[in-house]
């Protein structure tokens, strides 16, 4: 069973629209309604293959109900703790042939008695885990030592960790040393305090965060394609010529793809392929992360991964 945990959850609500012009009304072409949170992105992706995964974090209000029920729809067990607030809804609007933006709503209020009862939960579920999938922002009430402090549960169970956040949260997460991170370029900056202008300083800066904490690092780098720098080798994934739809939950595609690995006990090139196929299906659909098996499929061998020496 592959675990993902999501203390800040969400819904996306995805608009896809010609143009946009203030004090006007404005007639979307097409609206698609997505998971919003990374980690239940992941466990949405997998069960739309067929993965046995168990939601776990925080969740409140209509909007939550709502993210439960998706969820449940493509076999996931969830097992939120409800809280007070609401669940993210956040609305995507992507322009054609111009971009996309997302706004995001308040979201959930947490308590030390919440956390508490997440805790147990957690620990029940990491029995006989094959892997935790964690990531996102964290909500009002949960304290900055979260993710580091999962990561240390995790590994008392022998069960590695995909980790994806940003900001003082992954910087805090990273301490406890994850299996797999996957930063973006401003990410990685960030992480470091100095941003890498070309493929070369992107590797050297990622092999300095692996060299310091132990992580396979994967650098996303949008439409330029992705440097990996694992614990034995280090390789550049091609960047795929597709058109996109929207990008909104891609980058969760690849963390979906190196649970795969782990579920499957297979090699993390496995999971970087899967993954990335996973990521090129999800930029040709409009709601986040989701996708269509057959392009997901299709994409498989496509995917060109490049040893770098």
């Not at 979307?28 to 993965?51: H, P």
């Not at 202008?197 to 992107?202: D, L, R, W, Y």
């Not at 990996?228 to 091609?238: G, Y």
Request: a negative charge; proline letters at 5%.
């Amino acid at each position: 069973m592959i675990i993902t945990v999501t203390p800040n959850t969400g819904i996306d609500h995805t608009l896809q629209i010609r143009g946009f012009e203030l004090n006007s009304t404005i007639r979307a072409v097409d609206s698609a309604w997505g998971m919003g949170a990374k980690a239940t992105d992941v466990s949405w992706i997998l069960g739309k293959l067929g993965v046995p995964t168990r939601a776990l974090g925080f969740a409140a209000g209509p909007n939550g109900l709502r993210m439960d029920a998706m969820l449940r729809e493509r076999g996931v067990k969830t097992d939120f703790v409800w809280v007070d607030g609401e669940t993210r809804l956040n609305s995507v609007i992507v322009v054609e042939g111009q971009g996309q933006s997302t706004i995001t709503s308040a979201s959930l209020s947490v308590t030390s008695e919440h956390l508490s009862e997440f805790a147990a939960r957690y620990q029940e579920a990491l029995e006989g885990a094959s892997c935790v999938v964690m990531g996102g922002s964290l909500p009002g009430g949960v304290p900055l030592e979260f993710y580091q402090e999962a990561i240390q549960q995790a590994h008392a169970h022998r069960v590695p960790v995909i980790f994806d956040s940003s900001g003082p949260s992954l910087k805090a997460g990273l301490k406890s040393r994850p299996e797999v991170i996957k930063p973006n370029l401003a990410e990685l900056g960030g992480l470091l305090d100095y941003l890498p202008i070309s493929h070369p300083e992107t590797r050297q800066a990622a092999e300095r965060l692996r060299d310091a904490f132990g992580s396979n690092v994967i650098v996303t780098l949008g439409v330029e394609g992705a440097i990996a720098v694992l614990r034995d080798k280090s390789c550049f994934i091609h960047p795929l010529a597709i058109p996109v739809v929207s990008s909104a939950g891609a980058g969760d595609g690849v963390l979906a793809g190196m649970a795969l690995a782990y579920f499957r006990n297979e090699p993390l090139e496995y999971g970087l392929q899967h993954g990335f196929a996973l990521a090129g299906a999800i930029l040709k659909t409009l709601a986040t992360a989701d996708f269509r098996v057959q392009d997901y499929q299709e994409l498989l061998s496509q995917i060109c991964i490049m040893p770098l020496s």
